[in-house]
């Protein structure tokens, strides 16, 4: 026996092997007077080969040499472990239960036993089991605590869970995932007055910490009390007058009291501060722009607010920049800002079709046909898009190319009586230009009908 054999031994199954002195002339080649070496060689073979059969997946084959240990020596709480860690993977939850159950029975306060034995009844979602063993994992290993509030929560124990919480906060400090949990119990129970109580008494503690202010703020608004949250947020700007998140909350409510001015400084504060991440600033803006369709007369403030971010500008502000320019009726601007959305969401349907019909009405037919015939290799079913392209090409005297879009569109057109009019109403004016009078008066009629029912 080697000296890396003996010392996995020592360590797996508690076998204390003490050397031996002895004068005598010892002869290494005699036959054992008894058969414990071949015992221990047989025993050490199929264990091993059971640590590999599990080590891929072959649970089965683990079981069956674990079993031949067992037949060896019964006595060895580890077999059992591995019996059940095995019995686990295959699902066979009765049997790893009962292989766990006496492993621990040999050592209770072995937290690798109960923690395999944690893992049987949580797969089964065993909780009244999984809270007894949790329980005793806890006494060994604290971390356990937050596992155990877990259950709790599960269980609907949620004052227990809380007080766990507490327990685990004043001892480790404050964690995302406890965090998670508090606010998940909180959610559950409804319960807005405790978790407003919770980040008032840390804002007490540690008066510096942001993040809690900020949540703060964040609750108020969300249970409808604006007076306070309005008062969470001038407590923050005092405490930490450099916040720059603060204002993500302060430009609403300094619009709300008319303070435009203030709003308009905050505003500029959020689409400048390079902590504040793009989706937060698109919607701060996004209400700017909303204000300024009310209020026009401060388009001027505006103007000079997306000059701040005018590379930092996403899809959706393009867009709602576009549609506010456009109800302005600046048509170039608005055109403008939608060809810049098109450009950060090329495939997105209602922006290819705000742009082709701005194109139109600027009469830029020779970019409405370039990109209605590029929108049409992504959206071939689309009749919108043959109409536009024949509207173009009526416009640039291509009326042969106008009948041919119209009619390949009028396949794809079904139940819009209106578009159809539209179709019919090209086909009318492409006719004529080739001068087939009779089937541009005839399609002429079946847009005159149309638009009259």
């Not at 007077?33 to 649970?59: C, M, P, R, S, T």
């Not at 766990?164 to 404050?174: H, M, S």
């Not at 867009?319 to 109800?327: A, E, I, R, V």
């Amino acid at each position: 026996m080697n000296k890396t054999t003996v010392l996995i031994l020592v360590f797996l199954f508690g076998i204390l092997i003490v050397p031996q002195v002895s004068y005598a002339q010892v002869d290494f080649n005699k036959r054992p007077d008894d058969d414990l070496g071949n015992v221990e060689d047989e025993f050490q073979e199929h264990f091993f080969e059971a640590l590999k059969q599990k080590g891929i997946e072959n649970y089965d084959r683990a079981v069956e040499e674990l079993q031949k240990c067992l037949n060896l020596d019964s006595k060895n709480p580890v077999i059992y472990f591995e019996l059940g860690k095995n019995y686990n993977k295959l699902k066979n939850f009765g049997a790893a239960e009962e292989n766990l159950k006496e492993a621990i029975s040999m050592q209770p306060d072995n937290a690798w036993f109960l923690d395999e034995l944690y893992d049987v009844y949580f797969q089964q979602d065993d909780i009244k089991n999984a809270l007894k063993t949790i329980k005793q994992l806890v006494k060994y290993h604290p971390d356990y605590k937050e596992d155990l509030a877990a259950l709790y929560v599960r269980e609907g124990k949620y004052k227990l869970a809380l007080e766990l919480l507490d327990e685990l906060d004043a001892e480790y400090g404050l964690s995302e995932s406890r965090d998670g949990m508090r606010n998940d119990i909180y959610s559950i129970t409804g319960n807005a007055d405790d978790r407003i109580d919770n980040l008032e008494q840390r804002i007490a503690n540690n008066p510096n910490n942001e993040d809690n202010h900020l949540k703060l703020i964040y609750r108020y608004s969300q249970t409808g009390d604006r007076k306070n949250a309005y008062k969470a947020a001038k407590h923050l700007l005092k405490v930490k007058p450099d916040s720059r998140f603060v204002h993500l909350a302060l430009y609403k409510f300094y619009l709300q009291d008319n303070k435009v001015d203030k709003a308009i400084s905050s505003v500029k504060t959020v689409l400048t501060s390079p902590e504040i991440n793009a989706d937060a600033k698109a919607k701060v803006l996004k209400d700017f722009v909303a204000f300024v369709a009310r209020n026009p007369e401060y388009q001027t403030d505006l103007i000079d607010i997306t000059s701040l971010v005018d590379g930092d500008k996403d899809a959706q502000t393009h867009s709602d920049l576009g549609q506010y320019y456009l109800k302005a009726g600046d048509k170039a601007k608005a055109l403008l800002n939608f060809k810049e959305a098109l450009k950060q969401s090329p495939k997105d349907f209602k922006l290819i079709k705000d742009v082709l019909l701005l194109q139109l009405d600027v009469k830029d037919y020779n970019a409405v046909i370039t990109d209605s015939e590029r929108a049409l290799e992504l959206y071939p079913a689309q009749p919108i898009l043959y109409l536009v392209n024949a509207v173009a090409n009526n416009n640039l005297k291509a009326p042969k190319k106008a009948i041919e879009s119209l009619e390949m569109g009028l396949d794809f057109l079904i139940d819009n009586p209106k578009m159809e009019a539209d179709f019919y109403s090209e086909l009318s004016i492409a006719y004529k230009a080739l001068n087939n009078i009779s089937k541009s008066e005839a399609f002429a009629k079946k847009a005159k009908d149309l638009k009259a029912q």
